[in-house]
């Protein structure tokens, strides 16, 4: 009697990709799924006391270092670093998921509408794009935060406008090669809708890289949200921000307290990394050119 091999369906292609693409990935999920649990678990932790009021400021000296009773130490104001840092991950996760999605809902609609139509449709929504697309990311964002104000929804707002023009641009050029494909030209020719066109046979064909982008524009997002909140821009002055809390560490720096711009600027940059190793892994498994020799 022979003993047939147990097999997972569809684990075998793991090895048809490049190992480090593979490991790219789980190194930036494994990262960003730390940052997605302290949000969702911040105010569970909070109700059972093991997570400090990051806007309560405490009884006990002002800037104590890292300590057993205070992880992260304290600022100046008399918040417990570490808490301002583990929820300061629910802002950033809410601006960053907002912004991205709200990009992808405008982005991918005008560039398939726009590429699929062509003409004056075309020219016009490409010269928008165009223009938006030449101004730098973080000046755009924080002109818009200037005119639409603070909150979770206005900084999403700003930095979503600014990430508009990269899904319509990469949409708009897949639709332009997709469209003149003969099974669009069958579906044209049998009486299909422009709707039907857009939304069965064009869409699932022209959105391969909207998932890199997705990714790698939500870390970018989180790298302008800090700099908005740097600036004063970016969310209410009640809502824990690590950008304002950099901000307010500034003057602390010089006299020997590390500790309350060191671990906000780290947790800054740790999800900036998950999310960027998520984006690089996605792309070298979607876009064959991209890939390196393991």
């Given at each position: 009697m022979t ?12 090895s048809?990709?490049p ?8 190194a ?6 730390m940052f ?8 569970l932790l909070q ?8 806007l309560?400021?405490?009884?006990n000296p002002?800037h104590?270092p890292p300590s ?14 570490f ?7 629910q802002?950033?996760?809410q601006v960053?998921?907002?912004?991205t ?8 609609p005008?560039g398939?509408?726009?590429g699929y139509?062509?003409g004056?449709?075309?020219r016009i929504?490409?010269f928008l ?10 000046l755009?964002s924080v ?14 707002i ?8 990269q899904y ?7 639709t332009?090669?997709?469209k003149t494909?003969?099974?669009i030209?069958a579906?044209?020719?049998?009486g299909?809708s422009?709707w ?9 064909n022209?959105?391969?890289s ?8 939500a870390?970018d ?9 740097f600036l004063g821009?970016g969310?209410?002055?009640e809502?824990?921000?690590w ?5 307010q560490a ?10 309350t ?6 947790a800054?940059t740790?999800l900036?990394?998950?999310l960027?190793?998520?984006g690089?892994?996605l792309?070298e498994l ?6 390196s020799?393991?």
């Amino acid at each position: 009697m022979t003993v047939r091999q147990f097999r997972i369906p569809g684990l075998h292609r793991l090895s048809q990709y490049p190992r480090l693409s593979i490991q790219m990935m789980i190194a930036g999920m494994g990262i960003t799924l730390m940052f997605v649990l302290a949000a969702l678990l911040a105010p569970l932790l909070q109700s059972w006391g093991w997570l400090q009021d990051p806007l309560e400021s405490l009884a006990n000296p002002i800037h104590d270092p890292p300590s057993a009773a205070h992880w992260f130490g304290t600022a100046r104001q008399g918040y417990d670093v570490f808490a301002r840092t583990v929820f300061g991950s629910q802002a950033a996760l809410q601006v960053v998921i907002l912004a991205t999605l709200l990009s992808v809902v405008v982005g991918v609609p005008l560039g398939m509408v726009s590429g699929y139509l062509g003409g004056r449709v075309d020219r016009i929504l490409l010269f928008l794009m165009d223009t938006i697309y030449t101004l730098p990311g973080l000046l755009l964002s924080v002109t818009l935060a200037f005119v639409v104000g603070r909150g979770i929804w206005n900084a999403a707002i700003a930095l979503s406008i600014a990430y508009v023009p990269q899904y319509y641009r990469v949409v708009r050029n897949h639709t332009v090669s997709v469209k003149t494909e003969l099974f669009i030209e069958a579906a044209r020719s049998m009486g299909a809708s422009t709707w039907r066109v857009l939304s069965r046979y064009l869409f699932f064909n022209v959105i391969q890289s909207v998932p890199v982008l997705f990714t790698l524009n939500a870390a970018d997002a989180v790298l302008v949200l800090g700099g908005l909140g740097f600036l004063g821009l970016g969310l209410p002055e009640e809502t824990p921000e690590w950008g304002r809390d950099l901000q307010q560490a500034l003057d602390a720096l010089p006299t020997g307290i590390w500790w309350t711009a060191l671990f906000p600027g780290l947790a800054l940059t740790l999800l900036v990394v998950g999310l960027s190793l998520i984006g690089e892994g996605l792309n070298e498994l979607i876009n064959p050119l991209s890939r390196s020799e393991d």
